[in-house]
Nanobody
Framework: QVQLVESGGGSVQAGGALRLSCAAS????????MAWLRQSPGKEREGVAS???????TFADSVKGRFTISRDNAKNTLYLQMNSLNLDDTAKYYC???????????????????????WGQGTQVTVSS
C-alpha cells in the first residue's frame, strides 16, 4: 500500500503561483508512475502532469509551459509547481501513484482514471481574478 498526502493548495490571484506537495509513504518503490490530476465541479477528473520512474514527464496541453512536476526521492515527495495560474486552473488537485506505467499514462489521457492504484485526499486550488 502507498499513502499519499497532498498539501500546498490555497487561493491565489490569476497570474500567481503555487507549489503543491505530495508526501508518499509505504511501498513507494513499487510504483512506476506518479501523477497529479484535478477535478472541477461538474467535470471529469483530468490528468495534469505525470512523472515515471525514469523521471520522464508528461503534461496536459493546458498546463504545458506553466506547470512543472518533480520529485525528491530522498524525501518521498512529489511536487507540482504551478505558475501563471488562470481561472481554469481552479480545481481540487489529487496526487496519484500507480504500479503500472500504462495505467498512469492512460489516466493522463482520461481513460481508466478510476483504475489508478493510489490516491491522496486532494487539495483545493482556487484562482480568482
Amino acid at each position: 500500500q502507498v499513502q499519499l498526502v497532498e498539501s500546498g493548495g490555497g487561493s491565489v490571484q490569476a497570474g500567481g503561483a503555487l507549489r503543491l506537495s505530495c508526501a508518499a509513504s509505504g511501498s513507494t518503490r513499487r510504483t512506476e508512475c506518479m501523477a497529479w490530476l484535478r477535478q472541477s465541479p461538474g467535470k471529469e477528473r483530468e490528468g495534469v502532469a505525470s512523472i515515471d520512474s525514469d523521471d520522464k514527464t508528461t503534461f496536459a496541453d493546458s498546463v504545458k509551459g506553466r506547470f512543472t512536476i518533480s520529485r525528491d526521492n530522498a524525501k518521498n515527495t512529489l511536487y507540482l509547481q504551478m505558475n501563471s495560474l488562470n481561472l481554469d486552473d481552479t480545481a481540487k488537485y489529487y496526487c496519484a501513484a500507480d504500479r503500472s506505467l500504462y495505467r498512469c499514462m492512460t489516466a493522463m489521457e482520461g481513460i481508466g482514471v478510476g483504475d489508478i492504484d493510489f490516491w491522496g485526499q486532494g487539495t483545493q486550488v482556487t484562482v480568482s481574478s
